[in-house]
């Protein structure tokens, strides 16, 4: 393992290409977050389109619309370790293309498909496979993006471009949000119910071009062409004759170091799966099928914690290349676990002012960017080059398989049956604090080690 550090003074300027990966890694990562936002803003919509036949509940056809958004992020892991297996082998670039062009065209297809009323049962299994397609490349988009985010970075700067990762998660959501506002606005309801909640899914389609153009100018990571070199000498070296099946390099990572860091680093995550889904995706459904919001007021609110998300996610990023991953991410954590009940009892509250709880949901936004912020550099320090695709796509998509995608469904389904409407304050206080002890187990100068290139 590399053990040469890499303090914040000495950053070095962003290079051309450095640039060039910073936005071809964002550019995807928005697509998917952007597509994933609008599922969850429009899920009351979707619910009535394709999950409600003659005689059947909202309430039910809601926990049907989340069992799907559930789904595909369970087959997340799937493509994290399919696509990240790729990555790790044939390079960054071409697995990040092909991702690419796997969410636009599912994400697309979901724009044009019809409803229960022209399809019958078949309209909410075709749905549920366009959402299966777009977990496998949501779960190969991750480690990809993060690798040449990372892998290009400056040194000392690791942190500030992993942050971008989450920043586009968060320019996504808002993109999401800002689209479904904007359509509620213009569109009678009548309309939005019929056609108009099509549109963002449409709107797919041109963004994932631009997205294949930058990707095909994108370079691939010297770290990257670095380790196959090594490998590729040492396959040839007489020692290969005894390596073990499977082994590419005497000095790699184990299989079974590698899944302890999987399973450490999805820990690590886990509060900020948890926490940024409640807040920032789950939010909507939940005010206007519990607190009686409109559709309009759950969307504002929604942007508004966005934009407190987006606001700390580079900050975050950045300071945790001064003071530590572990510092910034605890705290995060430790916030929102602390916060959880205040922040949702205020939104409860009908004889609270609308510009307090304007506040209280930007500030549990804010909460989430202090995790969202340092965490795709604290993955990428976890793993070695020639598993780092796989590594830290695995672990991210595993925290988000358990912790974010079943958010809605099990915050939903536990308010049907118990009628507690502090159920999604419980579910972030918890997991936050479980997560408190995965991140204390961070070392504190890791943000100054150079990446394992071992």
Not at 99 to 119: D, F, H, N
Not at 268 to 288: C, D, E, H, I
Not at 355 to 384: H, S, Y
Request: aromatic residues 10%.
């Amino acid at each position: 393992m590399t053990t040469s550090l890499h303090g914040p003074a000495e950053a070095s300027p962003a290079s051309p290409r450095s640039r060039r990966a910073l936005v071809a890694g964002s550019v995807g990562n928005f697509i998917e977050w952007y597509e994933f936002g609008v599922y969850g803003y429009f899920a009351t919509i979707i619910a009535a389109n394709f999950f409600t036949p003659e005689g059947g509940s909202d309430v039910e056809a809601l926990v049907k619309t989340y069992a799907s958004f559930a789904l595909a992020f369970f087959f997340r892991p799937v493509g994290a370790a399919l696509f990240g297996r790729v990555g790790d082998r044939i390079g960054r670039r071409p697995t990040l293309i092909i991702v690419v062009l796997l969410m636009t065209g599912a994400t697309t297809l979901i724009g044009l498909l019809p409803t229960y009323a022209t399809l019958g049962s078949a309209a909410p299994w075709l749905l549920t496979l366009l959402r299966a397609v777009q977990g496998l490349s949501a779960g190969g988009e991750f480690g990809g993006a993060v690798s040449i985010m990372t892998e290009f970075a400056p040194p000392g700067r690791r942190g500030l471009y992993g942050s971008w990762q989450s920043f586009t998660v968060a320019l996504g959501l808002l993109g999401g949000a800002a689209t479904a506002a904007l359509l509620a606005t213009v569109l009678t309801a009548d309309q939005l119910d019929s056609w108009g909640w099509r549109v963002p899914f449409l709107l797919t389609l041109p963004m994932g071009l631009g997205a294949l153009w930058l990707r095909l100018r994108l370079d691939e990571t010297p770290a990257f062409l670095q380790d196959r070199e090594e490998r590729t000498a040492s396959a040839g070296s007489p020692a290969d004759a005894t390596r073990p099946a499977g082994a590419t390099r005497p000095a790699g990572a184990t299989t079974r170091e590698t899944v302890k860091a999987i399973a450490l680093g999805a820990g690590r995550l886990m509060g900020w799966s948890a926490a940024g889904y409640t807040f920032l995706v789950v939010m909507p459904s939940y005010l206007q099928s519990v607190l009686d919001a409109t559709f309009r007021q759950a969307l504002i609110a929604t942007v508004v914690a966005n934009l407190g998300f987006a606001a700390a996610i580079i900050p975050a990023g950045a300071l945790s290349d001064r003071i530590g991953r572990r510092a910034v991410m605890t705290s995060g954590a430790v916030l929102a676990a602390v916060l959880a009940f205040p922040l949702l009892n205020v939104l409860q509250d009908a004889s609270v002012p609308a510009a307090a709880k304007g506040c209280a949901v930007l500030a549990a936004g804010a909460v989430v960017g202090l995790m969202a912020g340092p965490g795709p550099a604290m993955l990428a320090e976890m793993f070695p080059t020639h598993v780092r695709y796989t590594g830290l796509g695995l672990a991210y998509a595993l925290s988000n398989a358990v912790f974010s995608g079943c958010a809605g469904l099990i915050i939903t389904e536990t308010i049907k049956r118990t009628g507690n409407i502090d159920i999604p304050a419980y579910y972030v206080g918890v997991i936050c604090a479980v997560s408190v002890f995965a991140l204390a187990t961070l070392r504190g100068d890791d943000h100054r080690r150079a990446l394992r290139d071992r």
